[in-house]
């Protein structure tokens, strides 16, 4: 009886401890709402070339995209990806103290509370899911969530 | 002894089937790496104005961008955020039939893996935490990502 007990006990620990931080996580997230992002491919840069190399399973997305002379390309500055780098609000742009302190969302700064980049880059050729663009400010590896094509040139935009 | 026994299995089912969702959901993390967004403000349109109010919290961020002439509004397709929607990889853009279907990449669709939207607004005016813009394709509460002002205007572009 009593060897019962103490086996259910002991058994019974890791189980509640797994089961707080479920509720802890869960609390987080109604504390402060956010979205996911998925990575869809990343940079690669080989011998002076960059590529973005798509996963496979996202390559019916480029259809069309032969058609376009640059791309803006979405990516994460996943080097950043600290709750302390997300809250720097003002930097000295390029990190040069002669430039004066200035709000991340005046900048393109790497350190910013979402850590999305973007560049628009020239598309060399497409091939498959690779695509070469002439060059971006990125390091080989980073994650890329997004494409956009020159669609404006094909379609006028709408504002309200 | 027997009373115990199911006391204890009584007992465990609730814990255990807890447990068995956190497992779950730390292999979901696992076998699709994410990051996390958090909206840093909202859209707002009233009597035909748009105005981006952002997070009390994040107004530091703005310091400079007094300068700027346009920001790129970084936002959310907050309504498509379902998986079913965000597995779409082609669209006949603009919804008309008779346009070809075209890859997402290609096209600034609210249908996309990652539901970023991209607009460059006109800014009339910057007061506290308020940006009154010249109008955006988006809907009045979409949740703003990040803000990205004319820093090439003041600063070279880097590529490598």
């Not at 070339?49 to 019916?60: G, H, M, Q, W």
């Not at 103290?97 to 350190?111: E, I």
């Not at 560049?119 to 060059?135: F, M, R, T, W």
Request: proline letters at 6%.
């Amino acid at each position: 009886m009593k060897t019962l007990w103490i086996t259910c006990l002991l058994f019974s620990i890791p189980i509640v401890g797994g089961c707080q931080m479920l509720t802890r996580s869960e609390q987080q997230g109604s504390e402060s709402e956010y979205f996911k992002v998925y990575p869809i491919g990343k940079i690669e840069k080989k011998d002076g070339r960059t590529f973005i190399v798509l996963d496979k399973e996202y390559e019916a997305g480029l259809k069309g995209l032969q058609k376009h002379s640059y791309v803006h390309v979405v990516y994460w500055f996943d080097r950043n990806d600290t709750p302390e780098k997300r809250a720097i609000l003002q930097v000295h742009p390029r990190g040069d103290k002669n430039n004066p302190l200035t709000g991340v969302f005046a900048t393109h700064s790497p350190f910013r509370p979402n850590l999305i980049a973007i560049s628009k880059c020239d598309i060399i050729s497409i091939k498959e899911n690779v695509i070469e663009i002439k060059g971006i400010d990125a390091f080989d590896g980073s994650p890329v969530l997004d494409l956009k094509g020159d669609f404006f040139r094909f379609y006028k935009p709408d504002t309200k």
